[in-house]
């Protein structure tokens, strides 16, 4: 019972830490277009200045795009097939964790008339509850038909951002390349 009481709380924090790592993502599409017949591409500027993101962030992830947009075989054009746009947008998240369990946690008090003691009862010890905020963001990854003026496919990324600079510029690699693993969309049987 020991060992399970010990392991609980370094349990939490490593599904805690893993799953803010995670990057979730969703796609839509128009069914009706042909994404065979895409193959060059340039970036909307118009709409990638409406981000609201630093313009050092913006070209992290315009380079990122790049970067596997040419891995799949797309190239880059002044006549393009496909617009690249990009829409971003963040919330600020706060956890407040309390750190007693159970009735009365364990700090200074509870044994004698007046808590002169260790052991169960209320205290200023351990159980004083912590927050922690953390940074959500999303990425939306807009590919316009250049021809009709039309979104025919549409990726979004969610996950936690980072300030650390030196793990900023893989976040958003990750970012977009969990994004664009999604095009061209398979249509399911």
Same mark, same amino acid.
């Given at each position: 019972?020991?060992?399970?009481? !010990? ?17 979730? #993502? ?5 069914? %009706? ?13 118009? =709409? ?9 962030? !913006? ?16 190239? !880059? ?14 919330? %600020?998240? #706060? ?5 007693? /369990? =159970? ?6 008090? =509870? ?12 205290? /200023? ?28 496919? %549409? =990726? ?11 793990? !900023? ?19 399911? %049987?």
């Amino acid at each position: 019972m020991k060992l399970v009481l !010990k392991t609980l709380p370094l349990l939490a924090i490593l599904i805690v830490a893993t799953s803010c790592s995670s990057i979730k #993502v969703a796609t839509d599409y128009d069914k %009706q277009a042909d994404f065979n017949s895409y193959k060059t591409f340039a970036f909307y500027k118009t =709409g990638i200045d409406k981000a609201e993101i630093s313009d050092l962030d !913006k070209r992290r992830i315009l380079r990122a795009i790049e970067a596997e947009l040419l891995a799949k075989g797309f190239t !880059k054009s002044e006549t393009p097939d496909l617009l690249i746009s990009l829409f971003t947008k963040s919330t %600020q998240r #706060v956890d407040v964790y309390n750190n007693a /369990w =159970g009735y009365g946690a364990w700090g200074w008090g =509870g044994w004698g008339p007046w808590g002169a003691g260790f052991g169960p009862g209320w205290g /200023w010890g351990w159980n004083q509850p912590t927050a922690t905020t953390s940074t959500e963001g999303v990425l939306y990854i807009d590919l316009i038909d250049a021809n009709k003026k039309e979104l025919v496919w %549409q =990726g979004m990324g969610t996950g936690y951002l980072s300030q650390n600079m030196d793990k !900023k510029e893989a976040l958003i690699k990750e970012f977009v390349s969990k994004i664009l693993e999604e095009y061209p969309p398979q249509p399911k %049987q």
